[in-house]
Structures are given as C-alpha cells and as structure tokens.
C-alpha cells in the first residue's frame, strides 16, 4: 500500500538529515496517514479511506466530506477522491 493521502494525494517528500557537523544523508518525510471512515450525506453510506491529518482538518473546515469534494477541482484529487467525486454529482443531478 503506497503512502499516500486518498483525498489530498499527498505523498512521501525525500529530503536531508543534517548532523551538527553539516553532514548530509538522504531520508524520508512520511505523511502524517489514519485509516479513517467518513460518511458521505447524499450518498446515504460510509466510505473508508486512507487519509492525512491535514486532508481530515479541510475536509471537517469546508462542511463535510460531499461540500469538500465538491469545491475541489478533480486535477488535485486521488483517483478514489475523483470517483467519489463523480458518484456524489450523478446523485445530486439525478435528485434535482
């Protein structure tokens, strides 16, 4: 399983490890990544999905996991976010 945010697509970032000597070694920042299950209102079901502490911060700021997706633009989504995406618009076209 790669690490990497299901809804923000962050990702592992590779940097360095600087001693007090000013010796460089490569290493990884990993994303801050919970398992977590968001409930999605006009799909009337639970989704789980793999995501970073900073995308659960937004996606609770903006009004729930339907308003996020909604607002974002599918270029910056992952491809589990798009295809949520895309079942949330059917549903509200097919409702209005």
């Not at 990702?11 to 801050?32: C, D, E």
């Not at 999905?49 to 909604?70: M, P, Q």
Request: charged residues 25%; proline residues 1%; glycine residues 6%.
């Amino acid at each position: 399983m790669s690490r990497r945010c299901s809804l923000t697509a962050k990702g592992v970032q590779s940097g360095h490890k600087v001693s007090h000597s000013n010796v460089k070694t490569k290493r990884k920042f990993l994303p801050n990544l919970h398992n977590v299950t968001l409930i999605s209102d006009v799909l009337g079901r639970s989704v789980r999905l793999r995501v970073s502490s900073a995308g659960l911060r937004t996606v609770e700021h903006n009004g729930g996991l339907d308003a996020w997706l909604i607002k974002a633009s599918s270029s910056e989504l992952s491809t589990t976010a798009v295809r949520l995406k895309r079942e949330i618009e059917k549903k509200i076209a097919t409702a209005a």
